[in-house]
């Protein structure tokens, strides 16, 4: 990818100031190329970032995949050329980066509730149904891609586990598990979120154990290692 940048010097904040600038926004360091030679950021919504300067002197420290809060102020005057990257790709907003830091504050992530009993699905009508698109760890944080019907994507799920029992004295510990979230949706409108769940509780009583979930695609299951 080639790329010819301009920014006028006034929309370079003072390096002085950077500790000032909250990070407001959430992403995740990119390959900006083909081969990976060059890291960007995308952002929750899938926008693209070129970094034209790092005034924060922090985005190296960072690798692709990397989960991060960030700022930035825009550059007025951008001339990347995007001509030979085919009808798919998404241009890249170029911009100065003003605040970076690890997304892995635990406050963020909600508690995991480990019950005796899975609650039942016997309000299923009222419980708009969440769809696991995707399922990572990231240090002591659970993440799930949700897919929901509903009015808008304002939704706070619980997640709900419980110790299921293994058949031999093998290293992992199995849970059963399921998402609820109890608000009422009668609107028929899709959407995809993102949300998170601290695992220290569990984390405490095993290094290794498997979380399965129950969807109506099958069974999904991941592996957590502390």
Not at 10 to 21: A, E, G, L, R, S
Not at 52 to 61: A, H, L, M, P, R
Not at 67 to 83: G, K, N, P, R, V
Not at 132 to 138: A, G, K, L, S, T
């Amino acid at each position: 990818m080639m790329f010819t940048m301009a920014c006028k010097e006034k929309d370079v904040p003072d390096k002085d100031n950077k500790q000032n600038v909250a990070c407001t926004k959430k992403g995740t360091v990119v390959s900006m190329d083909c081969v990976g030679n060059y890291l960007g950021i995308m952002d929750t919504e899938n926008n693209y970032y070129y970094i034209e300067g790092d005034n924060t002197s922090d985005f190296s420290k960072y690798k692709e995949g990397d989960e991060i809060c960030f700022d930035f102020q825009l550059c007025d005057e951008s001339t990347a050329d995007y001509s030979n990257q085919g009808i798919n790709f998404t241009p890249a907003t170029s911009i100065y980066l003003t605040c970076i830091s690890d997304c892995h504050c635990q406050s963020d992530c909600k508690r995991v509730q480990e019950v005796s009993e899975l609650p039942s699905d016997s309000g299923a009508l009222h419980t708009p149904v969440l769809d696991i698109v995707e399922m990572r760890q990231q240090g002591n944080s659970l993440y799930l891609k949700l897919a929901f019907s509903g009015c808008d994507s304002d939704i706070d799920p619980e997640l709900y586990v419980t110790s299921m029992m293994t058949t031999g004295p093998g290293p992992w510990q199995v849970y059963d598990c399921v998402v609820r979230e109890s608000r009422v949706h009668l609107c028929a409108a899709h959407f995809v979120k993102e949300v998170c769940f601290n695992l220290s509780d569990l984390e405490k009583k095993h290094g290794n154990y498997e979380l399965i979930f129950q969807t109506r695609e099958g069974s999904k299951s991941i592996k957590i290692v502390h």
